[in-house]
């Protein structure tokens, strides 16, 4: 009677991963054709062959799928890495975006005529200049950490205002997630990759310049696929270890940005590597120094880490890639980013096989105290 | 680490076990009833609620019973369950109450 109705929803939770299947299945399909049939056997017989699931109900399953697949407290060791990997992956993005953005307010005020929001007409074309220069040095922009358009079509105030904003917005979605605001994080952050899309949507529509694919590529890459994999930052996860992150914030600014600030002002521009090169350096020395803890085998969490920097590696190197097509006529360009993607590539091997090791050795946090208390 | 608040779902969930078990699709139905057609659980979203209630041992499984082929499981709530339940609507209660006591002091200011 139900045949075919069943069917269809045994489809849709084919998404969710077999141990829950195993325990849920059953009763859940049960439930389902119990929200459906009606116990007379004419209109069940319509039923069976015209409906099927909605799609919320799809999205429903869906969501569940998304939460068992990138699990927290209490999941299976395997889904709680990679949910785990996704959470510090993302934090580790959106600490680039936060330095990125300090470093752009840092910039802003510099140029503002310290103390009043004001600016002097010569600090702004001073602005100007910087941002033109980096722009011009290379499409994804040395000497800003993250790259932000040149000067946007309403010129130099447009420009200074998505600089400041954006970045500012950046540093708040990263304090969210790691103070447990999710949903103030997943809000912030949609806001905050809208102009850019607008921007690059505008530019693609009247052609002026029209954005290339490396535009493109940073906005999937940096902006679009953090924000979505901000899902796994559900209920079930657990806090970040908020101080080490918080910590990161001040130590990455005065680590990276500060001597590549230092190295523009002091007209060694020529060292400044583009954004996609910075990344595979920063991913590069984060393997070799997580490397002495993935190869103890004993460490607890590096396993998570080793499987964190192997994503992150993933996407600085995809993007790397993507980027090479910006200096097809610069032998000298294309041989630094090579260099730059194999050593990374190097480096991420180094933690990979811990990173594959702890699909099957990472215990979770059990869920909830109150179900020790029980 | 702090222990988490109750969501809404799970509040209901617990709610609608709190006079005797139910089975899946029955306690989309009480759900539905007791929050007046506010919440209307997806069998994804109760699934979802449930396997966490399980884990966090609120509620068990109590019996399985055949209906048109197939097979119904019945939840009941545990003695932690009926606890976790008791001590949510207390807080609940007491935070209606402020809100009714303050509701009461601006209301009297506004019309005096």
């Known amino acids: 009677m139900s045949g075919s109705l069943e069917r269809r929803y045994r489809r849709v939770l084919g998404l969710l991963p077999g141990w829950y299947r195993k325990q849920w299945e059953e009763d859940m ?22 409906a099927g699931p909605s799609p919320a109900e799809v999205a429903s399953v869906t969501a569940l799928a998304v939460r068992l697949y990138l699990g927290g407290a209490g999941a299976p060791g395997r889904h709680f890495a990679w949910g785990q990997a996704v959470r510090n992956s993302v934090l580790a993005v959106m600490l680039v975006r936060a330095v990125g953005g300090l470093d752009a307010f840092v910039g802003a005020v510099r140029a503002h005529n310290f103390g009043t929001w004001l600016p002097v007409l010569e600090k702004a074309q001073a602005t100007k200049a910087h941002v033109v220069q980096a722009a ?26 998505y600089t400041d904003a954006v970045g500012c917005a950046w540093i708040v979605v990263f304090l969210a997630l790691v ?60 806090p970040a270890e908020g101080r080490c992150w918080l910590l990161a914030v001040p130590a990455s600014y005065v680590l990276v940005a500060v001597p590549l600030l230092a190295l523009l002002e002091t007209g060694n521009s020529a060292w400044l590597p583009d954004f996609s090169g910075l990344c595979c350096i920063l991913v590069t020395l984060a393997c070799l120094a997580h490397t002495p803890r993935a190869w103890s085998r004993q460490a607890p969490g590096s396993g998570v880490w080793s499987l964190t920097l192997t994503l992150l590696a993933a996407v600085a190197g995809l993007y790397r890639v ?21 050593i990374m590539l190097a480096a991420a091997a180094l933690v990979a096989p811990d990173a594959v090791r702890t699909e099957t050795n990472t215990p979770a946090p059990p869920r909830y105290p109150r179900a020790m208390a029980a | 680490m702090a222990s988490q608040p109750m969501t809404g779902q799970s509040f209901f969930v617990l709610t609608a076990l709190a006079d005797g078990p139910r089975h899946g699709y029955g306690i989309v139905g009480e759900v539905t009833e007791l929050s007046q057609g506010r919440v209307r659980l997806k069998i994804g979203s109760l699934y979802g609620v449930l396997e966490r209630l399980s884990a966090e041992g609120l509620i068990e499984p109590d019996r399985e019973e055949a209906h048109d082929g197939r097979l119904r499981r019945y939840y009941r709530l545990t003695q932690d369950g009926r606890r976790a339940l008791a001590e949510e609507a207390e807080l609940r209660a007491s935070t209606a109450r402020v809100v009714r006591a303050r509701l009461s002091v601006t209301g009297t200011e506004a019309t005096g």
């Open chain 1, 179 to 238: 103070l447990g605001s999710y949903r103030a994080a997943r809000v912030i952050a949609v806001l905050a990759i809208t102009p850019a899309l607008v921007q690059l949507l505008s530019a693609q529509l009247t052609g002026n310049p029209a954005p290339q694919l490396v535009h493109w590529a940073f906005w999937i890459l940096f902006d679009v696929v953090p924000v979505v994999a901000m899902i796994a930052f559900h209920r079930d996860a657990p």
């Open chain 1, 29 to 50: 399909v049960a439930a389902f054709l119990d929200s459906w049939l009606t116990g007379d056997p004419e209109a069940d017989a319509y039923i069976t062959k015209a």
């Open chain 1, 322 to 342: 993507i980027t090479l097509s910006e200096y097809l006529h610069n032998p000298h360009r294309i041989a630094v980013s090579l260099a730059e993607l194999l």
């Open chain 1, 136 to 161: 011009d040095s290379s499409p994804a922009v040395a000497g800003h950490l993250v790259n932000t358009p040149a000067v946007l079509p309403g010129g130099i105030w447009p420009t200074i205002f």
